[in-house]
């Protein structure tokens, strides 16, 4: 178990306005609409293992509320998201917390492949995956940065709406990976932006992002907030049925066009580039953690 200060992870009755790492609160009319807030600012909203199973709570107990038909996924602070959490005093990887994501075993015993093995497909692939079948519309409410681990969360979700300072990435090249562990870039960006991004490292632009098809509006800061309200509260005018057929029906196709199955064999190389790193005995981060990433978040070129 790690000896790291974390706040504790939050369970379905724990969650509130003002909670840690997640806030959760629910608006709109007649209370329909579920905001879900990435609540980490002093980290830039990285995720560590007790950020994801709060998520997973907060989603969980939107989906269990039949008043809310529809989710805001959102962040506090400058940042949507740095990405996974990779050397805050926080970073909780050998903390344990039941699986819920994955039937799979524990990785706080385990060591090398096995640990990474187990921890990731639990954490980031199984709990992507699960959010992804979310049965109610999720919005994705994105400012400032988007990047590696902060794309994953927006790829999750049904809509994507950017305020005009988003910007996104996905450098993990750079530490010999592929790419996040949640590979859908090909699918949200279309073939050769996807090798654009990876094979260079720079970030895009919302309004990029827009052009090619990845974000759905782009808007200025100070107006995000009331658009996405304007358009959960179109889809919460619908008949939840409606909606969750609507979303089944795409998702379907999604996978039909081979999301999920090109998804699992990304995964695979994903690992190779972790057990190639671990045999090289090299610097597997490629320059970036925490510390690192302080300044050049602030500039537009954090992980």
Same mark, same amino acid.
């Given at each position: 178990m790690s000896d790291a200060v974390i706040p504790p992870a939050l369970g379905l009755d724990d969650l509130g306005p003002e909670s840690t790492p997640v806030a959760y609160e629910v608006g709109g009319p007649d209370n329909a609409v579920a905001y879900v807030t990435l609540n980490r600012?002093?980290?830039r909203n990285a995720q560590n293992s007790v950020m994801t199973y709060s998520l997973d709570a907060a989603f969980r107990k939107a989906v269990d509320d039949p008043a809310v038909k529809a989710i805001v996924l959102r962040a506090n602070g400058k940042h949507f998201s740095a990405g996974h959490d990779i050397g805050t005093p926080e970073r909780d990887f050998d903390t344990h917390y039941d699986n819920v994501a994955a039937l799979h075993w524990d990785h706080t015993?385990?060591?090398?492949?096995?640990q990474r093995l187990a921890r990731e497909?639990?954490?980031y692939m199984g709990m992507c995956r699960r959010w992804r079948e979310i049965p109610k519309p999720v919005i994705a409410q994105v400012h400032g940065a988007c990047i590696a681990g902060g794309l994953m969360l927006a790829w999750i979700c049904d809509f994507i709406v950017a305020s005009d300072d988003a910007f996104f990435s996905d450098p993990v090249a750079r530490m010999g990976i592929p790419g996040v562990e949640y590979f859908a870039h090909a699918y949200a960006l279309g073939t050769r932006r996807a090798k654009e991004i990876l094979f260079t490292g720079e970030r895009f632009t919302a309004a990029q992002a827009a052009d090619w098809g990845m974000v759905n509006h782009v808007v200025p800061r100070d107006e995000l907030p009331a658009t996405v309200d304007a358009i959960a509260e179109k889809m919460v005018a %619908?008949? #939840?049925q409606g909606l969750f057929l609507s979303k089944k029906a795409v998702n379907i196709c999604e996978d039909q %066009?081979? #999301?999920r199955n090109s998804m699992d064999s990304v995964f695979?190389?994903?690992h190779f580039a972790h057990a190639a790193n671990a045999e090289s005995g090299g610097d597997s981060l490629g320059g970036m953690d925490a510390k690192s990433m302080k300044a050049s978040s602030a500039n537009g070129s954090g992980s």
């Open positions: 600012p002093e980290y015993d385990k060591s090398g492949a096995d497909t639990e954490v %619908m008949p #939840l %066009m081979g #999301l695979g190389w994903h």
